[in-house]
């Protein structure tokens, strides 16, 4: 079979978003397909579960829900119905007000993880300086010198910054810490926070406490989990204040979804890409994702499938509670530009990866000619067409997903696809996608270093003490992290370290006043 | 042995620039490191070579000689000595005067790979709104859209933008195509752009006599490669204009070049680096490098480490022409935000990877108490702190950088310090990391894709043809080629697509007009 017969005869289009998806240059064969096929029928059975309102995230005692944000009358029960549409219509209203108004020109978008990742993708591959309604800034990080940076951006312009606090349960360090930050910058300019502030949390949450006199509150549901909240308000919102076109990546979700409900392996783009990743990575992690867009617009789309992915796979145990150590690496920016950082190593290097493509027909812009017959555009897309063949001929393996552009449908139709494929795989792999469990100790262990923190400051006094010392007072063994926290309280001006006369003391340290 | 106790014994500190690297939760043993010392004893003696002047990339022919360009005495010719020094006051001359004319206000940045990289990182570590003087703008890539949105920026402001179009040989199509670009928007806004346009590249080169009659042009070496061009006219002179500190970045990376020249292994940073890669891994690859900066301004590292590592040291054949597969590869993008998209897979699933974490002790920003004795810096140090031990708690590898703070000094230390480590790991591993032949393999199958596109659209006329008659016609063979570029040009006006009645023919394309 040639080349070509190969693409024709595995090539699943979605005509509906414009959307395909080239498997041929995997190196599948047509019996390992049907030998999959019994286990992909499976995941249908479980998606199709989760869809009509299974408990689908055991851990937390949670339904899955994103898929019924667009389509609400999916949702298993009526009231679910009725808070999606209702919550759409707010979110519009809201944003058709402070257009209308003019009363604002920015918004500050306090968020990180999920509230962060999807909310910035979108805001990149949609945005454009000429159409734009407001312009977005985001803090997506605890990094004090980071945020006076966007907020020295933002200088003069705080009393018209709409600013939007984004946590389920209000609860995460990150953005609690850059709304006070926030909070404290719009007191030293004299200009009120609550009125220009908006949370978008759960009913009932901290947040959702803490915001009760602020301009506006809009909800976030227990059945959309971090990850998949792009289409519910965490996304929408902002994307509407920015003037960008929600109908459109709610539609072009519904119609992935439709799309890759179908039961006809061959004509589901989801569950191709999900057998894909299994070839890829031998069901096992064993292969890196590379994901390369060649569109400026999407280089931040491989950061929002780092979340999708890796947080949905990467699991120690699968759903009987064996030791698995899942997941896959996914990493990439954008082409032809990462070609010049590193398809030197894809072609000839180490063989850890298989590729996803993204390849974006309309080039846009000015069609400025080179020369006859030759645009700045077909450069972009020679350069994929011709490292996709270069790897190959390298024995590199690639999927390309075709769209005809990057507009708000196309890119609710990715979001959808690529959803629904890590749902796919993980039922391929028999693992949970809808949790976290790792998570929690980092969390655990970050807690830990602050405690400690706390009874190190208490026992600081004016006499230099050691690192044995300052750890027995805070009643601590770990005498790494006593000296680490200490280098960083020192590094600040809030211990001051010294050389001990006596040589097996090392450094000390003191109180600063 | 204490986990303190092994930090305190593996600390390698260079005082002079405020860094240091922690290596004590990678599991090597000291007998490892004994039995390593021979060869990093060698890749001393290569690196002693290399500066002083030996042909450190035998497939050019050419000399490697980055680590001069802060040092320019050590240059193995008093020409190149002085070539550099002048080409040092040349740019801080030129922005002195960029500066004091005040005419321009913006730059923007026309590269790709190492023209462009090394700028993105330097400016993004060390700009600020305040204090930049101008503010810079880059064109990285050859996609007319991302090319229109970055103008549409500058809408207005044309006639304040120095122009910068950065190419060593003048024949990077994405470069060329954007000087292209450029140039039709000066012309569309009726603004000069020879009078606004400065060319860095080698004299003699194409884009050299392009560049005669422009507002200046700035050299080029041929002795060295664009992932380590950042302390060239590459990287200086566009930090000059911003306002950064460039005597700063070189300083940095001198006093790193001098401390990575010791001998003595425990004592030298970019060895122990290399050492450390290459027990993360087995030499051969097997892991991915995670690179987690836990600070803003160094979002952009990830992106310049790809291009400096695994261009570098993703090659097939070692130095005695075996094959060998070789390299790292490197993703991340900066902490405490990472965790909440991977940090699930780092720690519980599959097992890849080690990581690189960059702390950054200073916190900068507002030191705002969020309740007494903590601020959200000590979360952003906390979170490091948390993940480094619950990776540890699972067996999962990690390096600690530690730096005072993100300024001139420090980023140039940095580059200083991979571009070594880079160096010695291809020694312990027999590669030349100095070197891409597989680059040259993408870039001749993309100008095959543009040839037949050219013959493509010679044969197309008013009759619908089909992809095999195309094909004979364009005297090509590859159907799938020919096929998929009618797609691009169908979606973009150039080619009428239809369905052809006669059902064997499929898809069949004609010309426009």
Redesign the interface.
């Known amino acids: 079979m040639?080349?070509?017969q190969r693409?024709l005869q595995y090539l699943c289009r979605v005509p509906s978003v414009g959307l395909s998806l080239d498997i041929s240059r995997m190196k599948f064969t047509t019996e390992w397909l049907t030998a999959m096929e019994p286990s992909i029928q499976q995941a249908y059975t479980a998606m199709a579960e989760l869809e009509a309102g299974a408990i689908a995230n055991p851990d937390e005692n949670r339904m899955v829900g994103h898929y019924w944000l667009r389509t609400p009358q999916l949702a298993p029960q009526p009231e679910l119905t009725a808070e999606i549409e209702s919550t759409l219509a707010a979110i519009k209203a809201f944003a058709a007000k402070v257009h209308g108004e003019a009363k604002f020109t920015d918004v500050l978008s306090i968020g990180?993880?999920?509230s962060?990742?999807g909310p910035m993708f979108v805001a990149d591959a949609l945005g454009?300086?000429?159409t734009d309604k407001m312009r977005v800034h985001f803090f997506?990080?605890?990094?004090?010198?980071?945020?006076?940076?966007v907020l020295?951006?933002l200088?003069g312009k705080l009393e018209k910054t709409l600013v939007l606090v984004i946590s389920k349960s209000g609860g995460t360090?990150?953005t609690?810490?850059?709304m006070?930050?926030a909070e404290?910058?719009f007191a030293r300019a004299g200009v009120d926070f609550a009125s220009r502030a908006v949370a978008i949390t759960m009913p009932g949450s901290r947040l959702h406490k803490y915001s009760a006199g602020w301009l506006a509150q809009f909800p976030m549901f227990d059945w959309v989990g971090?990850r998949t909240s792009e289409l519910s308000a965490v996304g929408l919102l902002a994307a509407a204040l920015q003037g960008l076109d929600i109908d459109g990546l709610l539609a072009g979700a519904a119609v992935m979804d439709e799309a890759t409900r179908s039961k006809l392996t061959a004509q589901n783009p989801a569950a191709l890409l999900a057998l894909m990743w299994h070839e890829g990575t031998g069901g096992?992690?064993?292969k890196?994702m590379v994901v390369l867009p060649?569109?400026?617009?999407l280089l931040l789309l491989s950061?929002y499938l780092?979340?999708l992915i890796?947080?949905s796979?990467?699991?120690?145990l699968d759903v009987d509670g064996q030791r698995v150590?899942?997941?896959?690496?996914?990493?990439g920016?954008?082409?032809?530009?990462?070609?010049?950082?590193?398809?030197?190593?894809?072609?000839?290097?180490?063989?850890?990866?298989f590729v996803t493509f993204v390849r974006v027909?309309?080039?846009?812009?000015?069609?400025?000619e080179?020369e006859p017959?030759?645009?700045?555009?077909?450069?972009?897309?020679?350069?994929l067409?011709?490292?996709r063949?270069?790897l190959s001929?390298?024995g590199r393996q690639s999927i390309t997903l075709?769209v005809?552009r990057?507009d708000a449908r196309t890119v609710g139709a990715l979001i959808a696809l690529f959803e629904r494929a890590v749902g796919f795989y993980a039922t391929l792999v028999r693992i949970n996608a809808y949790h976290?469990?790792?998570?929690e100790?980092?969390?655990?262990?970050?807690?830990?270093?602050?405690d400690l923190?706390?009874r190190i400051?208490?026992n600081l006094n004016k006499t230099p003490q050691s690192i044995e010392e300052l750890a027995s007072k805070a009643s601590s063994d770990?005498?790494?992290?006593v000296?680490?926290?200490l280098?960083?309280l020192a590094?600040?001006g809030r211990a001051i370290e010294s050389t001990s006369s006596e040589k097996e003391k090392g450094l000390c340290y003191a109180a600063c006043s």
Chains 1, 2 share one sequence.
Do not use: C, W
């Open positions: 040639s080349s070509y693409y990180i993880g999920g962060a990742l454009h300086p000429a997506d990080n605890t990094d004090p010198d980071g945020i006076a940076r020295s951006g200088e360090p990150e609690y810490n850059g006070k930050l404290a910058a971090g096992n992690g064993l890196d060649y569109k400026d617009r950061r780092q979340q890796m947080e796979l990467g699991k120690r150590d899942q997941g896959i690496a996914v990493y920016n954008k082409g032809s530009t990462d070609q010049h950082a590193y398809v030197q190593q894809l072609r000839d290097g180490v063989h850890n990866f027909l309309e080039d846009g812009g000015d069609p400025l080179l017959g030759v645009r700045t555009g077909d450069y972009l897309d020679g350069f067409l011709g490292t063949e270069a001929g390298n075709t005809n990057v976290q469990p790792g998570v100790a980092g969390k655990k262990a970050a807690a830990t270093v602050l923190q706390k400051i208490q770990d005498l790494e992290a000296a680490l926290i280098q960083h590094a600040n």
